[in-house]
């Protein structure tokens, strides 16, 4: 489950964990055993994206940058991010997806090329690769992470 807060940490989450299990308990009887309920939070991936692009002139080049960069936090935000209605937890954005984000941003630049990394943290530590590489996990869920955008002009 994951909570509309999900970036200031876990503590609304443990907070509520133990009321909706009850709450589950209750609504289901005996149809349903404490061992077959699993309450958890997603584990979160930061999707961190570096775009490389050209610039015809100086002159609109911060906001540029910035239009990029907040182009690819509203794609990725989980809760509206993708075609509008977030992302379901267990499914991540693919490359693919981000570049065509990329593709349809109406500014100034032309965009060369991007790389994406995914950064999470489980019980054996923290973990970083590429996108693609990225397991499938049913727990987990893309969050925007640190994007950076390098301005060639031309």
Same mark, same amino acid.
């Given at each position: 489950?994951?909570m509309?807060? =999900?970036?200031?940490?876990?503590?609304?989450?443990?907070?509520?964990?133990?009321?909706?299990?009850?709450? +589950? !308990?209750?609504?289901?009887?005996?149809?349903?055993?404490?061992?077959?309920?699993?309450?958890?939070?997603?584990? =979160?991936?930061? +999707?961190?994206?570096? /775009? =490389?692009?050209?610039?015809?002139?100086?002159?609109?080049?911060?906001?540029?940058?910035?239009?990029? !960069?907040?182009?690819?936090?509203?794609?990725?935000?989980?809760?509206?991010?993708?075609?509008?209605?977030?992302?379901d937890?267990?499914?991540?954005?693919?490359? !693919?997806?981000?570049?065509?984000?990329?593709?349809? +941003?109406?500014?100034?630049?032309? +965009?060369? !090329? =991007? /790389?994406?990394?995914?950064?999470?943290?489980?019980?054996? @530590?923290? %973990?970083?690769?590429?996108l693609?590489?990225?397991?499938?996990?049913?727990?987990?869920?893309?969050?925007? @992470?640190? %994007?950076? /955008? %390098?301005?060639?002009?031309?």
């Open positions: 489950m994951m509309d807060d =999900y970036y200031e940490g876990s503590s609304s989450f443990n907070s509520l964990k133990d009321r909706l299990l009850e709450e +589950i !308990r209750a609504k289901c009887g005996a149809t349903v055993s404490n061992r077959m309920i699993r309450l958890s939070e997603p584990v =979160y991936a930061e +999707i961190s994206v570096g /775009v =490389y692009a050209e610039l015809m002139g100086t002159d609109k080049s911060f906001e540029t940058q910035n239009i990029i !960069r907040e182009s690819i936090e509203a794609f990725l935000d989980p809760i509206s991010g993708g075609t509008g209605a977030g992302w937890i267990g499914r991540l954005p693919t490359e !693919r997806q981000i570049g065509m984000m990329l593709s349809s +941003i109406k500014c100034d630049a032309f +965009i060369r !090329r =991007y /790389v994406v990394t995914a950064r999470y943290v489980d019980k054996k @530590g923290t %973990h970083e690769c590429e693609e590489k990225l397991a499938a996990n049913p727990f987990v869920i893309g969050v925007s @992470g640190t %994007h950076t /955008v %390098h301005m060639q002009f031309v």
